[in-house]
């Protein structure tokens, strides 16, 4: 099917946008360097044996780091700003997705053949194992887009989650007073604050493990209420 440079142009918009909404996204110009450098260094010896604490080790670890792929449901909140949301939207989602996931996967590879299991540091894998290959420089190259990466995560985060109050607010389920949208930056300035206000107090007062489990079972959570929704909607409205 042919596709005009509007079009083209917007779907390659809807993928960027699904990367920078994943948790690693501002750090993709430097991690898909960082599997090549740490397949560059990798021993076989490292990954024996292969799978240390069993499947059931594999699928407690996936229902924590579930929230690595929290953030491109942010992508659906976007529908308003988008020129044609029921095409572009899925291909986003579906084309960032698949891309994240190889880069996910090639990451943890690299990571696992330079460093035995038992050696990787659990607060900075990357820096700490880069360092025991002898690249000293590629720790502080990770670590800063490490936190690049962290404080874009803030950033959409806040946005996504600001327009998911909007609509919240215009279903009167909170005060309208935050569906309002300014007028001069066309933005809901109100739900905004909201969100980032109540996100910055709730980190301060809570610690990261905590926060990271509930995150991940409250994502999970609302995928399936939604899902369930969908359903109620489809055969009982």
């Known amino acids: 099917m042919h596709l005009d440079w509007k079009r083209r142009v917007s779907i390659i918009n809807g993928i960027a946008w699904g990367l ?4 690693e996204d501002s750090r993709l110009k430097i991690i898909h360097r960082d599997p090549k450098t740490g397949f560059a260094h990798a021993d076989t010896y490292n990954m024996t044996p292969f799978l240390p604490f069993g499947a059931g080790g594999v699928f407690r670890e996936a229902a ?18 988008t020129k044609n949301p029921s095409r572009d939207i899925p291909i986003g989602l579906l084309g960032s997705m698949s891309i994240i996931t190889v880069i996910y996967c090639l990451m943890a590879l690299s990571l696992t053949m330079m460093q035995k299991y038992t050696d990787i540091d659990p607060d900075a894998a990357y820096p700490i194992a880069f360092q025991s290959v002898g690249m000293k420089w590629a720790k502080y190259l990770v670590a800063l887009g490490a936190l690049k990466g962290m404080t874009t995560v803030l950033l959409v985060g806040a946005l996504g989650q600001a327009r998911y109050t909007t609509h919240i607010a215009r279903a009167h389920m909170i005060p309208p007073w935050f569906a309002l949208v300014h007028p001069k930056t066309g933005t809901p300035i109100n739900a905004t604050l909201l969100i980032a206000i109540l996100a910055a107090v709730l980190a301060f007062f809570s610690s990261l493990g905590i926060l990271s489990s509930l995150l991940s079972v409250s994502k999970l959570f609302i995928f399936m209420m939604m899902a369930i929704a969908l359903l109620m909607r489809r055969y009982y409205t």
């Open 20 to 23: 920078l909404y994943s948790h």
């Open 64 to 81: 924590i780091v579930y929230f690595a792929y929290g953030g491109f449901d942010n992508i659906a909140t976007m529908a308003e700003e």
